[in-house]
DNA sequence: GAGTACGAAATCGTATACGAAAACTATGAC
DNA sequence: GTCATAGTTTTCGTATACGATTTCGTACTC
């Protein structure tokens, strides 16, 4: 999962911040101020403000003018937002890439989804969440449209930032969400309609987002994982 | 539509190399130098340099190393990338949109197409397209979602720079345009399921892509309107 | 005449520098 | 003690400058 060459500074950069907001070193309302970061990263501030800018359009980080940037927070309103639109993109991902998923991927994405069966009877959240992305990686190898696979990653980015600060599970939910993923599984392996796809795929992320929803409000601050 | 006040120096270069790809002063395929755009428009490359990264992350240029920027192509398949994701934010957009729309609203809508019909008459492509815009415009005026009205001014931005080069109508394909949005607009009028108006908003957009890709090979760098 | 090698010009990438705006702090009035 | 205000500090925004990389043109070879 190592990056690659590191082309320019720039991307550098714009690598760097990434992953620390991603496993949450930065965590949401920290304050990027661009000298320093320029300074811990031993170039200079135009490298470091062309990043900070890329990772803003992606959503990571919230810059306001003459004032400085900050990791963008985990505003309820926000997250309902990008679960929606998670729903949507990975329920039309899912959908466009099943009749390309051959046999070999779906016993891959089965092995994957026993390993996050495990994680639940062991307790292991963090590892759960990686599993379940690669899970859907899996589904996603060959997705034919890069444009609907973009927008899928980008939301998985900010949940990410949002999960590494306030990580809780919904109660239940991710014992569910194992068997939509077989359930998932067998949709595709039987070559059900790319509609029927869509609506099991969406539902499946709206479903955590349903979850969320339930919570009593003290706990509304707090995030589910799936 | 004039642009309000500007901000930074930046989102001045950004709106003004924006605005030239999207009105076709910039060709795909032109060349952006960053010097020269700054002496153009008054201000140092850096901000350019910024706009143009923006611009990058949109889709409207395409950014290589050491090499420079150019405003990107109308590649069939990119043209299809973008139709398919439009199609799909277009159809969540409205559907989201659909309950919370007014009968003024609709009233606005079914002026604007009015509109559209006589375009047809009088042959105004053009304006044509400026208004089918306005006319998902006013639907999506309360979109619940920001994050997905984001998504569909993106797709239409890039249809845009495409259009302003490549101009035209696949045969009959606007005037089953403007009986769709008659169609779409009693479905909403009659409170039709959120599935019911994805699909047909959906189609709206997909039917087009299905014309372009209809026509003969010879016609296939050209490009449809709607 | 075609292809290669070398040099000049153009253009990008980033460091540095400085003016401008905002945020912070300390002082004084009420 | 609280609020307003002026001065200081921090941080951003952008101009300028220069080294690095690519591209283009020319001359030379085969």
Redesign the pocket.
């Known amino acids: 999962m190592t990056e690659a060459a590191v082309g320019?500074?720039?991307?550098q950069a714009y690598a760097a911040v990434k992953a620390r907001i991603v496993e949450g070193t930065y965590t949401p309302g920290y304050r990027?101020?661009?000298?320093?970061i320029?300074e811990d990263l031993?170039?200079?501030?135009?490298?470091v403000?062309?990043a900070i800018r890329r990772l803003e359009a992606e959503g990571l980080v919230k810059?306001e003018?003459?004032?400085?940037?900050t990791v963008s927070g985990i505003d309820p309103t926000e997250y309902l937002y990008t679960m929606q639109t998670l729903s949507i993109v990975e329920g039309a991902a899912t959908a466009l890439s099943a009749p390309l998923i051959d046999s070999v991927a779906i016993a891959r994405a089965r092995a994957v989804n026993a390993e996050m069966r495990d994680c639940l009877e062991h307790f292991d959240p963090v590892r759960f969440t990686a599993l379940n992305q690669d899970f859907h990686s899996v589904l996603f190898e060959h997705c034919p449209n890069p444009h609907i696979l973009d927008l899928v990653h980008r939301g998985w980015n900010r949940l990410a930032s949002i999960r590494a600060s306030t990580f809780r599970f919904v109660p239940g939910r991710a014992q569910e969400s194992v068997k939509e993923h077989e359930a998932l599984l067998q949709l595709i392996e039987s070559n059900a309609d790319a509609d029927t796809i869509e609506q099991a795929a969406r539902r499946h992320r709206s479903a955590t987002l349903d979850a969320y929803l339930a919570l009593p409000q003290s706990n509304a601050e707090s995030v589910s994982a799936h």
């Open positions: 320019s500074k720039s991307e990027l101020v661009l000298a320093k320029a031993g170039v200079s501030v135009v490298p403000r062309e810059f003018r003459n004032v400085g940037a």
